[in-house]
């Protein structure tokens, strides 16, 4: 199926205006385009992880999804969306439902590498025939901008603070991708918003219809937490991918599968340069630590082309 | 027709669940309740029902998973105990706010700190406050029974809350006794089939479930919610009235044991009972006045009415079997003093915390608690009001 973007933004939106996710926010991006994944006729259910999305898309008494959507906590949305997904198991084997069902859980990084971990490992190893997707925005953005596991090395969180001794976070970021990847579940796919937004589609689209669990990580920057102007959203993300900081791959049935190989890789101070949480990095005296995010980047890149079919 | 059987209260209330044959059940073992999901799984493994066992990675998720199945509209059931109930809480709240009729058979276990396996209120009772309907059991039949009225409770319209069926840990989950079990079809026609309102995989319209509820409107779903568990009292009543009808089991509130005329009462929970009718029959026939009050349904808190049989008499202990750490008493304490509050005349209330940790309570300590009450009522004179009985210690003790 040839993707063509102005066919499939005539689709009737499921996931509406009138949320309140701020300007520049990928998370509305993302949400959009997961759910324009879903072929039309089918139903589906979303499962929300508490975050910026769940607590701007679900203020009682609107909500901007169009489908039936549950939120019940910040650590369980993988567990939850388990539940519905056992419901309708049974529900569809009594003759109580007759309706084709999809199962979405979206999680932010704090609610799918932190919190949430636990349920998203459970329940991707019993198999659950649904899909997480994490929109990695790389800190605690709905609590105002704290470090989590998936924030890279150096960058300034409100809990990793710049200061005289320090410069920003320490610890480089969880790859959660390829920990899921370890699950041998059935598809994991790294993507983020590009262009006419095709990788994103295809991968949101391919592991809906993949039967059992499937998991997609998807960079989704956050103007608060990583300071940038709202119109600089598309550029940081290709940023993002040129730097290889955020390769696009694909692991189908444990084959590894590299989605796009920069023609001239690029220098990780271009995605960096950017943002204003790693301004202290081009700071005189601070090139070691663009020198230690470049030689990180390398090193992932490196593995993963090795990896990679 | 019903038949009698030896079975485990763990065993009696997997054997209701099988009959009743739940959409599905969330499943993660722990002490005392682990054999509850272990038989079910026999069940799912023979074919003897058809429900989705989904075997989760904790009791969070378990709580989430049938927080899940009963949002999509069907009925999801789990057992634990102690920290697992623990694990739950937040869960437990979000459940009773979400209205989501889930059952959760609770094989009552201390709380960890330090870790004990035995027997104690600690678990459920530090769980009273997050909405759900709470109703114990004094043996295996009345384990299995409640377990039988559970959803038809939870599920009425004007309530739909959570529902919590308790047992005693080892005490009755463990031991085996003679049990009059019904037969399965006429169960399933008790029970009933489960048809919500709303709910997410309904055809005809999608629903939102777990808003973001500020604070113009989360008072209201609040006291919503208080009043579903006030309703809760009319739909215990009306589900054991049919119970009594369908199986002849008669079950209320709370079981008045000869009151009549008592002078000296206990209220307790659970298994303890069995040992306190034991004592008030020998006192009686010593020519004491002494009677009993079994609580079974501590959420709702059935305040008037525990008042009114209490309002004859002279001097009552409460006995908790979870300490609460108030400083000034335990928690079946706390309500019931305060529902006696209004009465007219007031019964002389201590309260006595006891069976911590699985610590026996046999037939002679309630002889002396009522021996103890029996003083108050002749003196008039109270003495401390907040004891811990059966416990090592350098000072005195009262009881």
Redesign the interface.
């Known amino acids: 199926m040839a993707y063509n973007h102005k066919i499939e933004l005539n689709k009737p939106e499921r996931f509406v205006g009138g949320h309140r996710l701020c300007a520049g926010c990928g998370a509305g991006i993302v949400s959009r385009a997961i759910m324009r994944a879903l072929d039309e006729g089918d139903r589906a259910v979303i499962c929300n992880a508490t975050s910026c999305l769940e607590v701007s898309s679900f203020i009682y008494p609107y909500t901007a999804w169009e489908d039936s959507y549950i939120h019940s906590a910040f650590e369980n949305a993988a567990a939850t969306c388990g539940g519905v997904e056992a419901a309708y198991r049974a529900a569809k084997r009594r003759g109580k439902v007759k309706d084709h069902f999809k199962f979405l859980t979206i999680g932010g990084d704090g609610g799918t590498y932190d919190i949430g971990f636990q349920s998203l490992s459970g329940a991707m190893e019993r198999g659950h025939d649904m899909v997480y997707f994490c929109y990695d925005n790389e800190a605690y953005m709905n609590t105002g901008i704290q470090r989590s596991s998936a924030t890279p090395r150096f960058a300034n969180a409100t809990t990793t603070p710049c200061g005289t001794q320090s410069e920003g976070k320490k610890q480089n970021k969880k790859d959660l991708t390829e920990i899921l990847a370890a699950h041998h579940i059935p598809y994991v796919a790294q993507t983020t918003m590009l262009g006419n937004l095709k990788d994103l589609h295809k991968k949101a689209h391919k592991a809906i219809y993949t039967e059992g669990p499937a998991f997609v990580n998807i960079l989704s920057p956050c103007p608060r937490g990583w300071q940038y102007a709202p119109e600089n959203l598309p550029q940081i993300c290709r940023m993002a991918v040129e730097t290889c900081v955020w390769p696009l791959y694909e692991v189908i049935d444990g084959r590894w599968y590299l989605s796009y190989e920069p023609k001239k890789k690029l220098p990780v101070e271009e995605f960096m340069r950017l943002q204003g949480r790693f301004k202290h990095c081009f700071k005189p005296g601070n090139e070691w630590t663009i020198e230690e995010a470049q030689a990180y980047v390398d090193e992932n890149w490196e593995r993963l082309l090795e990896k990679c079919h | 027709m019903s038949r009698r059987d030896r079975l485990s209260g763990n065993e009696a209330v997997a054997y209701a669940m099988r009959q009743i044959n739940p959409?599905?059940f969330?499943a993660f073992p722990i002490t005392p309740s682990t054999e509850i999901p272990q038989y079910f799984a026999q069940y799912v493994a023979d074919g003897q029902v058809?429900?989705?066992f989904?075997?989760?990675?904790?009791e969070?998720?378990?709580m989430?998973?049938?927080?899940?199945?009963?949002?999509?509209?069907?009925r999801?059931v789990t057992a634990t105990s102690s920290c697992g109930l623990a694990y739950m809480y937040?869960?437990l709240y979000?459940a009773a706010s979400?209205r989501l009729p889930i059952t959760l058979a609770c094989v009552n276990r201390a709380l960890t700190g330090p870790i004990n396996i035995n027997n104690d209120h600690s678990d459920s009772m530090g769980a009273r406050d997050a909405g759900w309907i709470q109703i114990y059991s004094e043996n295996n039949q009345e384990a299995y029974d409640n377990y039988l009225q559970a959803m038809r409770i939870a599920e009425t319209p004007d309530v739909r809350l959570p529902i919590m069926i308790c047992q005693d840990g080892f005490i009755t989950s463990h031991a085996v006794e003679n049990i009059e079990l019904e037969d399965d079809q006429a169960v399933k026609a008790f029970v009933g089939e489960y048809e919500p309102e709303n709910y997410?995989?309904?055809?005809e319209n999608?629903?939102?479930?777990?808003?973001?509820?500020?604070s113009p409107?989360y008072m209201e779903h609040k006291v919503q919610q208080a009043q579903a568990m006030k309703n809760a009292k009319t739909a215990i009543l009306d589900v054991a009235a049919d119970f009594a009808r369908t199986f002849g089991r008669t079950y209320g509130f709370f079981e008045e044991y000869r009151m009549e005329d008592a002078e000296a009462a206990i209220v307790l929970i659970g298994s303890t009972a069995g040992t306190a009718k034991t004592c008030v029959d020998q006192m009686r026939a010593a020519g004491h006045k002494v009677g009993l009050i079994k609580l079974r349904v501590f959420r709702p808190f059935p305040a008037e009415e525990l008042a009114a049989a209490l309002s004859h008499v002279k001097a009552a202990a409460v006995m908790d079997k979870s300490e609460g750490f108030s400083g000034c008493g335990g928690p079946v304490f706390a309500d019931t003093r305060s529902a006696c509050y209004d009465l007219k005349e007031r019964p002389r209330l201590i309260n006595i915390v006891y069976g911590l940790g699985g610590r026996d309570c046999a037939v002679e300590d309630l002889e002396r608690v009522y021996q103890y009450l029996l003083r108050i009522a002749r003196t008039g004179e109270e003495g401390p009001v907040y004891l811990h009985m059966g416990q090592r210690s350098l000072d005195k003790e009262v009881l």
């Open positions: 959409d599905v969330a058809d429900t989705e989904v075997t989760v990675e904790s969070h998720s378990s989430s998973t049938c927080i899940g199945a009963e949002a999509a509209g069907v999801a937040e869960m979000v979400a997410l995989l309904k055809h999608p629903l939102a479930v777990g808003p973001y509820d500020t409107y």
